[in-house]
DNA sequence: GCATTTCCTACTAAATCACTTGGTAATTAG
DNA sequence: CTAATTACCAAGTGATTTAGTAGGAAATGC
């Protein structure tokens, strides 16, 4: 598992998306602005989340983005592998002279972790998020969550 | 929360060090044997380790390092901030113009998610890795010893 | 005294980060 | 159709981080 501000950064941009997409796409330009964020660094993050379909791109003016699924189907562990392109920690996964060694004894201790890092961030979902500070914000405004405005007909 | 390579290699080292030092201090000489880790690259760690108390450090031949606690006081969160220099993510922890606005609100929710990944991390020990996997391993070999056995009886 | 080992500083090639620049392709408003 | 808007794409860049070298100095055991 790969935890960097790059992460960071995928996970803030569509906390935002999932914000304020609930009528309409929303611009790179409206996130980079919100967010403070480069307009060319946001290309490049969305990029790699349309190629996991993570969210999906409409040009032309009154164009934008949308999520690619529900926020329930989201998890934070699919935004951060999108962006940070999970990479193989130990290569010795029972082969090599590496088993039986110091090595891969704690290569494997790691690998566990990992895992469990991983099913954490798998558990939670962009939806859970959202509602969990709707909840905070309950009484100022009601946000109505994303979940029912998968009707994007055309 | 920052999960770089670099804590995955600190985190390695510390499993290492909790692993052969029940029985006199390790020299980072085995420990970058073991783990494949460049001598100077350990020390830089360890230097950082050492700052923070995670382990204690015994110069002259026969020294080596010990772990600065118990393995069931040191928690992966700990061993990772130590060498990773844990960053301030948002810088609006409602201060300035940017609390009510959208940027804040994305703030808010990452700054709870980061610190439940903290949290989960805080929650597992050293102690608790190598525990687990040591129970793993007598189930192994006790399968092997079951396996050879039932081989001999056929 | 000598070998060992931690401890310390400076340096470096390679990678990554966050961003800039300069486009092209699709779509809509007029 | 034209112009504006937006996603899409590629090359490059300074700053930082990564992981490692190199060359020591200080403490300690024999």
Redesign the pocket.
Known sequence: MRL???GR?AVTAMLDLALNGKNGPV???EISENQG??L??L??L??AL?TKELVR?????????YLGKSADDISIANIICAV?EWVEFTRCGGRQNCSGGARCLTHTLWDDLSTEIFNFLADISLGDLVRRNLGKKDEEEKLTVVASSDSQAA
Chains 1, 2 share one sequence.
């Open positions: 960097s501000t790059k950064y611009t790179l330009a964020i480069s060319s660094y290309e490049q969305f990029a349309r791109g409409v040009r032309g003016p009154g164009g934008g983005y940070d």
